[in-house]
């Protein structure tokens, strides 16, 4: 079996790549730092191969497909993504349009090239990062980052009825975290004002879950909890209640 992760240098990429190479999969390993990723690929027991590359760029990201086409994918996690904390008008617009390219662009054409190459195997698991932010109507502060979520879920569900619909045995799902402790709140300048969970954690719980074929996966009760009961809440609520969460975290 093999698996290729991107934003695989740290966090939860970094855990599943540990997760999975101890259930014996090879691994491709795509991240920004290759410093980083030839540590991990020393650290880890299994075949390992790195490819550093900027996933914000469209055409490496159709490099990266074109290099990995016939490795013969089992497992494609979609992890790369990052994220910024502030009012709309205070982020960088090149900022925004990294980010956009990076939740977005790259994991849309990821998915579709090897979705395609699983449908005519009939085999294969894709899961795709996206955040418990997609459940919101809108994220003020982190404008950007939770409308770039809120497609990956929205993809990632359309995705999964055609494959049903095509009584297709490649399997897609959806990882929904909440707060995660990894390098993400460094790079959006964020403080949670819950208690994260370990990444190790939702690595090893995504995986399984995906490995089972579900579609929504979020790890923690608080979650499943917040999920629920936010159908009862009118959007102009949740959104002052967001704006407020938010509010919190910048530094």
Not at 44 to 58: G, Q, V
Not at 154 to 166: F, G
Not at 227 to 247: G, N, V
């Amino acid at each position: 079996m093999k698996a290729l992760i991107t934003g695989a240098s740290s966090g939860i990429g970094l855990e599943i790549a540990k997760y999975l190479a101890k259930k014996k999969y090879e691994l491709i390993l795509v991240a920004r730092n290759k410093e980083k990723l030839q540590e991990i690929q020393q650290k880890l027991r299994t075949k390992t191969t790195i490819i550093a590359m900027d996933l914000s760029d469209e055409q490496k990201v159709k490099e990266l497909y074109i290099l990995t086409k016939n490795e013969d994918i089992d497992f494609l996690i979609n992890n790369a993504g990052f994220g910024k904390c502030n009012f709309f008008t205070n982020i960088e617009l090149s900022d925004e349009i990294e980010m956009i390219n990076t939740n977005i662009k790259a994991l849309h054409i990821l998915t579709k090239m090897f979705l395609k190459d699983m449908i005519k195997k009939d085999k294969g698991y894709i899961l795709n990062v996206s955040s418990s932010a997609a459940f919101l109507p809108g994220g003020p502060l982190m404008a950007s980052y939770y409308a770039t979520k809120s497609y990956v879920y929205s993809l990632t569900l359309a995705i999964w009825y055609e494959l049903k619909k095509r009584k297709s045995k490649v399997s897609i799902s959806c990882l929904m975290p909440g707060p995660v402790d990894t390098n993400f709140n460094n790079v959006a300048n964020v403080k949670f004002s819950v208690k994260p969970l370990k990444a190790s954690y939702v690595a090893e719980y995504a995986i399984e879950k995906t490995l089972k074929k579900h579609l929504l996966i979020i790890p923690g009760f608080k979650m499943k909890l917040a999920k629920f009961f936010e159908r009862f809440i009118p959007d102009k609520i949740l959104l002052k209640i967001t704006y407020r969460i938010q509010k919190k975290k910048l530094t």
